[in-house]
């Protein structure tokens, strides 16, 4: 039953991102040129709809809302060679499935890329445990670190969202 | 500028990306899984190695981590391939293609060049996912939760990727 609604939510989402355009290569590559930021508002977007409702679940005792683990090391290194490597394929590793879904080969290409990834990743895991463990701050959410309600946050991101939308499409970005 | 199904500018990202929050909700209230993609590609690996080297498979620290079995995030992976292929056939737009437009029109079609830095860009950023403990649809999940690890990662993807593209597209974007 998992599975397939892991499947089913795949293909939900594989559709809307494609008519939303946001596996493209000149989506993607075009918001790290600072010229078209349509990923970036349907990243946002989907960010500052979760956050909203999975919090209000939280707050009304649905689900439990916690943290994601956060070590300075991988997240600064891992986030700048991430950065790197998708600069160089124009895909992520999701999005880089949905391109091939519309029939753009140098997508499978970098899924090849990504497999032999993982296959270095997982021989170099025991090499990297320095830095993996550098600069531990468990599961800590921004609302724990500023020691506030997690309102105080949120609604200041909503609104900072919404500006930068305003003055995106202002500039036609 | 031709007129085709390509220079339709597709959905309002706005709205595909309120009905991929609302997706993610509904997904964390039925089965509790948040999205995520890279993970997968790990168990997809480690299911090969479990295959064609056991030997290196079992001695291996990470795949008892990260186990190769068929999870939620694989099924959810091949759904996004399905529903985008469902997409492009349904609205005339699948097509086999290895360029870019964006690269074509600035880097030229060199098979080699995009299919090497395609690969290499594979490989660099898989390894920096995994370390930085997800890639952009993890980090969109862990921002979702407001973890500080989420806006670190989605910081440096951006720093890093910009300075990239900067570099590869010296002289500018035509």
């Not at chain 2, 309002?12 to 089965?31: D, E, K």
């Not at chain 2, 295959?51 to 995030?73: C, G, H, M, R, T």
């Not at chain 2, 996004?80 to 029109?105: C, H, V, Y």
Request: net charge positive; aromatic share 14%; hydrophobic share 50%.
């Amino acid at each position: 039953m998992n599975l397939w609604l892991g499947l089913v939510t795949g293909i939900l989402f594989g559709f809307v991102m494609q008519r939303a355009r946001v596996i493209r290569y000149d989506k993607q590559i075009g918001a790290l040129l600072l010229k078209d930021m349509t990923i970036v508002k349907f990243m946002f977007t989907a960010i500052l709809t979760g956050m909203v409702g999975i919090y209000l679940l939280g707050d009304f005792n649905y689900l439990t809302v916690t943290g994601r683990p956060f070590v300075i090391g991988g997240a600064v290194i891992g986030g700048g060679l991430f950065g790197l490597g998708w600069a160089l394929l124009g895909y992520c590793p999701g999005t880089s499935w949905g391109a091939l879904g519309e029939g753009r080969m140098d997508a499978f290409v970098g899924i090849l890329g990504l497999l032999t990834g993982a296959a270095i990743y997982a021989e170099i895991y025991p090499a990297l445990s320095p830095v993996l463990n550098w600069g531990n701050f468990g599961n800590i959410t921004i609302p724990e670190a500023i020691g506030v309600n997690h309102w105080f946050i949120i609604i200041p991101f909503v609104a900072i969202g919404i500006l930068l939308f305003i003055w995106f499409e202002k500039k036609g970005l | 500028m031709v007129k085709g199904p390509d220079n339709y500018k597709g959905w309002n990202p706005y709205l595909g990306g309120a009905l991929t929050g609302l997706l993610i909700i509904v997904s964390v209230m039925v089965s509790g899984n948040y999205f995520g993609t890279s993970t997968s590609i790990v168990q997809l690996v480690g299911m090969v190695e479990k295959i064609i080297a056991p030997s290196n498979f079992l001695q291996n620290e990470y795949f008892a981590i990260v186990k190769p079995v068929l999870s939620w995030q694989m099924m959810f992976v091949a759904g996004i391939f399905t529903g985008s292929l469902i997409a492009a056939l349904w609205f005339g737009e699948f097509k086999w293609r290895f360029f870019p437009d964006l690269w074509k029109r600035n880097l030229g079609t060199s098979y080699f060049k995009r299919g090497s830095l395609a690969f290499i860009g594979g490989i660099i950023g898989m390894i920096g996912a995994r370390m930085a403990g997800g890639c952009p649809s993890g980090q969109m999940s862990a921002l979702i939760l407001l973890s500080v690890s989420g806006l670190a990662a989605m910081i440096m993807f951006f720093v890093a990727g910009i300075i990239t593209v900067k570099l590869l597209y010296k002289g500018g974007e035509k």
